[in-house]
């Protein structure tokens, strides 16, 4: 069985970077990707903006990837590609399906790196008939840019999350004129100057709406469109489901690992470390969709981590758990807390520096972390589902679970 020190699943932005800051760091990595190419989503995210937190330039998304492949084969990284891992064993074995065969990898340490995946329409329980033309950003993405092809020339987009503009950008630059952006929200879902890329390119952003139905025989034709309760027929050949992003977490779900039932991710500790220790995790598979810088920086984190666990140096402290005590928020990252704070410094030992928040649902009001009948934290929020919400790390009192409540208004 061939053995390294560390294997890498998944070639995205989390992923190489991770192994770029290991191999530099003198440690044996291998980065193992199902796709024909590495590089993860940004290979086909053909616009800005990528780079600017990693190389101080906007990029396109096939340039960054290129440039992160370069960087980590620079440092000394093997790079498998048309390599799908199907199975983690406890201790860091695990399968491999690839042109070679099946075969079964060891290594002393094993970062998941496995990115997110987009709701489908059928898990978003749209009716009507099943006519060809709905899909996802990533799939139009892949269509577009990877294939050179327009899949159609009036589509509605659902969904108002960056995402769904990087949908827009995508049909700017293939000349595909969407018909509208459809958002059940009071307000759109990324941030609000994102509404002037709609407005420049006169797609009206219709708030307040879902879509109830999709008609169309072999192709799509029309959307039943439901704003405020009055139903709509609107005429478009084809529907991009944007968003609703969840953790590409099926090799976790078969194995022995833990699985936050609110993320859909692994249950992580403040090093990344999952419940069996020589696995670890970074990038989107944590939490949903994060920009691909944020993703980067947390693969170089998370390698400081694996190093330092290598080493020998990982504190493996009392720990508290944090759960979830209130149904608008939908994960709480790292959900294992130590009780006493890393030491030396959070950037030297690969210790998150704060907890990361997702709602469910548009929510404000007062945050509170709680523990043993005592507030540790309490802080006003105004946010909706898909946004990232960040807070400081509690000073824990004890090792009995932490709950995180949110008082609404
Ligand atoms: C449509 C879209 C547009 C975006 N636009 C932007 C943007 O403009 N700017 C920005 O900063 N961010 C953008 N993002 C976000 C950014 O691309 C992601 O945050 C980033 O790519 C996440 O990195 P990652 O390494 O966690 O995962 P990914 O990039 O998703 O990489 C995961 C890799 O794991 C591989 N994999 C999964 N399972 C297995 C398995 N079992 N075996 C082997 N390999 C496996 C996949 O093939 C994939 O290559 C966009 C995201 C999307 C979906």
New binding site residues.
């Given amino acids: 069985m061939a053995q390294t020190d560390v294997i890498v699943?998944?070639?995205?932005?989390?992923?190489l970077s991770a192994a770029t800051a290991l191999a530099r760091l003198g440690v044996a990595v291998t980065v193992?990707?199902?796709?024909a190419v590495a590089g993860?989503?940004?290979r086909h995210?053909n616009?800005?903006?990528?780079g600017l937190r990693e190389f101080r330039r906007l990029m396109r998304?096939p340039a960054y990837a290129q440039r992160l492949v370069a960087e980590a084969k620079a440092a000394g990284v093997t790079i498998r590609t048309q390599?799908?891992?199907t199975f983690l064993h406890p201790g860091g074995r695990i399968d491999v399906t690839s042109p070679e065969g099946v075969e079964t990898l060891a290594a002393r340490a094993v970062l998941l790196?496995?990115?997110?995946r987009?709701t489908s329409r059928a898990a978003r329980l749209i009716g009507g008939e099943k006519p060809g033309g709905v899909m996802s950003?990533?799939a139009l993405?892949g269509i577009v840019h990877l294939n050179g092809q327009r899949p159609f020339q009036r589509p509605v987009i659902l969904g108002t999350e960056?995402?769904a503009f990087?949908a827009l950008l995508t049909c700017r630059h293939a000349g595909i004129k969407p018909v509208a952006m459809i958002e059940p929200a009071r307000r759109i879902t990324a941030r609000s100057p994102a509404i002037w890329l709609a407005r420049l390119m006169g797609v009206p952003v219709l708030l307040e709406a879902t879509v109830d139905a999709i008609h169309g025989r072999t192709r799509v034709e029309g959307v039943q469109i439901d704003r405020r309760g009055t139903l709509q027929d609107m005429a478009t050949d084809g529907v991009i489901v944007s968003g609703g992003f969840r953790p590409?977490a099926t090799?976790l779900r078969l194995s022995h690992l833990e699985v936050d039932p609110g993320s859909g991710g692994p249950v992580i500790d403040l090093w990344g470390r999952l419940s069996d220790p020589a696995y670890f995790a970074a990038?989107?598979?944590l939490r949903g969709?994060?920009?691909?810088?944020w993703?980067w920086a947390e693969g170089r984190r998370v390698a400081r981590a694996i190093h330092a666990a290598l080493l020998g140096q990982l504190p493996a402290p009392e720990v508290a758990r944090l759960r979830l005590g209130s149904d608008a928020v939908r994960l709480a990252l790292p959900q294992v807390l130590p009780i006493d704070r890393p030491k030396p410094s959070p950037a030297d030992s690969g210790a998150a520096d704060g907890l990361q928040l997702r709602l469910n649902r548009p929510a404000k009001g007062r945050l509170r972390l709680m523990q043993d009948g005592v507030c540790l934290m309490d802080r006003r929020i105004d946010s909706l589902p898909e946004r990232r919400i960040t807070l400081p790390l509690p000073a824990l009192r004890s090792a009995s679970d932490v709950t995180l409540t949110l008082e609404e208004r």
């Avoid at 790196?113 to 997110?116: D, I, L, M």
């Avoid at 969709?289 to 810088?293: C, I, L, N």
Wanted: with cysteine; net charge negative; glycine share 20%.
């Fill in positions: 699943i998944g070639a995205g932005p989390a992923g193992l990707d199902r796709e993860g989503i940004p995210c616009h800005p903006p990528y998304g390599t799908t891992v790196a496995t990115g997110v987009e950003t990533g993405q960056l995402v990087s590409e090799l990038g989107n598979l969709v994060e920009t691909a810088g993703c």
